[in-house]
């Protein structure tokens, strides 16, 4: 059940990144140039990089960190999902192809990536332009948003949790 919540955090990442994006870009900007969030951004990048590759691995099996005890737990939680790994030819390209939920999934995806960096890279602009307000003050309120957003996620996904380990609602209507 804690696998709605995981993935709801790491979903609220997203718009925490954002927030973080909003704030840090405009004071590098000021401090150092405008060339400074690329910068900064891309050494990040690099340095995500080398981390996720140091610390993450992909069974538990090759982890060299992990105890026996917790391995042993990880791969028992997830021996329903242990099957052989698909191959090219195995992958039913078809069925995914013409599936109405993958075409479903893919535009509500598009409209709603489409509509986020819409207004997370006009909206602060079009205030200021429209209504003379303060660019900082609207980099605020723009941050403040963003947090919200991300509180409501995990909020939503620990809600979702409760709700299914009470049997209160089906995995069906909790993912709808």
Known sequence: LERTSLAN??????????????SLS????????????????????????MLWMLLCFEKPSKHPAISPKEQQYIEKSLQ???????TISTTPWFK?????????????????????????NTLPEYIVEVFGRNIELELISTTIAYLIVAMSIVVGGMLSDFLRKKKAMSDTNVRK
């Not at 329903?80 to 698909?86: A, F, N, S």
């Open 9 to 22: 955090l790491a979903l609220s990442g997203c718009y925490v990144g954002s927030a973080m994006v909003t």
């Open 26 to 49: 405009g004071y590098l900007r000021e401090l150092l140039g405008w060339d400074a969030p690329y910068f900064f951004y891309g050494c990040s990048g690099i340095l995500w990089f």
């Open 80 to 86: 329903y999902l242990m099957h052989d790994e698909p």
């Open 96 to 120: 995914i192809l013409f599936s109405f939920p993958v075409w479903a999934i893919f535009i509500c995806n598009f409209v709603h990536s489409w509509s986020f960096y819409l207004a997370f």
